[in-house]
């Protein structure tokens, strides 16, 4: 069901966050949240989680509360690429960059071309195969081999 005003409300925390108020978008996205649940929406739209989610992660510094919001949006629409992307950039912001990366590619899978995945995916590089492969990455001969590997 959509609400109306709720959806003016999206629109509006979408404008704001492109033109980089990111409190303000949050204020909006929450409210968008907040009126479609007063008028009587079971459970909000998965778009307006996931972008107050994001703001959350990313603007606010709530990371793991983020990360909380932009996964239940995922689980809401799994067809969704948009959902993903902000997924994969509070997983990144949070640190978990291997979930980020797993839910990068899973937008892609959604959407080949999709920009912001495309660009976040660009942005976090690519892994070198550690050093000694039978060894996981954070053992300390990996990481020192791997140190010494990047100087030259």
Known sequence: MLVQVAEDSFRQGMSAFEEGRGREAMAFFEAAIKLERRFGAVRPQARYLSHYGLCLGTVMQRKHEGVRYCKEAAHLETYNADIQCNLGKVLMEAGLRKEAYRAFLSGLKMDSGH??????????????????????????????????????
């Not at 020192?144 to 030259?152: A, F, M, Q, T, V």
Request: avoid cysteine.
């Open 115 to 152: 920009s912001g995945i495309v660009r976040a995916l660009k942005e976090m590089g690519m892994r070198r195969r550690p050093a000694l492969p039978f060894l996981s990455r954070d053992n300390r001969l990996n990481v020192i081999l791997g140190k010494l590997r990047n100087r030259s």
